[in-house]
């Protein structure tokens, strides 16, 4: 099993729709969950940091479920911009920084 | 701020070569830099943890001698692609972590070996 996995997509969207990607991690250490954009042939960009309360910003909140072992990205009003792929990034267990990132989920949003 | 500041962007180098790549944090020091590799439609993959002032630690699968990194400073690290050969090329990409915040990424040196 890999340590951090994701649904590629492609997910195609129209514009205006809610979108939900969910990433599950198999280390039940973790203990710092993030969610990256990455636009093509471009360095990850820091979207969010996902809190255990759950955290929004904006038209994006992030979700953590530790019982399950998954964290979700969901995306309210899509925008053309949002076209993207979405990591997540998982921290490797308490006290690390290495992150482990899953192959990423890409979004197209449609006109 | 936070910036992280990766060169060159790309580079293009025959089999056999060496490549150097530099990773700096421009405005805050960084005792710990990462390292990833990542191939096209597919996952940044850690290669390496870089130390200021000790030898870097290396994922399972990737070759010390062949990647060699050196963190000399807290604002600079280092990767060396050695005897490169095509199955070298990828985006690599810097990542290093100042103070309580996140990650932050260089903007990634995109390496093609002929």
């Known amino acids: 099993r890999k340590e951090v996995e994701q649904d590629p997509g492609p997910f195609n969207v129209p514009e205006g729709a809610t979108v939900a990607f969910n990433c599950t991690y198999s280390?039940?250490?973790?203990?710092?969950f993030f969610w990256y954009r990455q636009d093509c042939r471009k360095e990850p960009k820091l979207l969010m940091s996902v809190y255990s309360s759950g955290n929004e910003d904006g038209r994006f909140t992030a979700q953590l479920n530790r019982a399950s072992q998954y964290i979700s990205l969901l995306i309210r009003d899509s925008k053309l911009s949002d076209s993207a792929t979405y990591l997540c990034?998982?921290?490797?267990?308490?006290?690390?920084?290495?992150?482990?990132f899953g192959t990423g989920t890409r979004l197209k949003v449609l006109a | 701020g936070a910036v992280v500041s990766q060169h060159p962007s790309w580079v293009i180098c025959k089999s056999g070569t060496s490549v150097k790549i530099e990773c700096r944090s421009l405005?805050?020091?960084?005792?710990?830099m990462f390292w990833y590799r990542q191939f096209p439609k597919q996952s940044l993959m850690l290669m390496a943890t870089s130390n200021e002032g000790s030898k870097a630690t290396y994922e399972q699968g990737v070759e010390k001698d062949k990647f060699l990194i050196n963190h000399a400073s807290l604002t600079l690290s280092t990767l060396t692609v050695t005897s490169a050969h095509p199955g070298d090329s990828s985006f690599y990409i810097c990542?290093?972590?100042?103070?309580?915040?996140?990650?932050?990424f260089g903007n990634g040196t995109r390496l093609t070996v002929t």
């Open positions: 990542s290093a972590k100042g103070g309580d915040s996140p990650l932050h």
């Open positions: 990034a998982v921290n490797r267990g308490s006290g690390t920084y290495k992150y482990i």
């Open positions: 405005d805050f020091q960084a005792t710990t």
């Open positions: 280390n039940s250490a973790s203990q710092s």
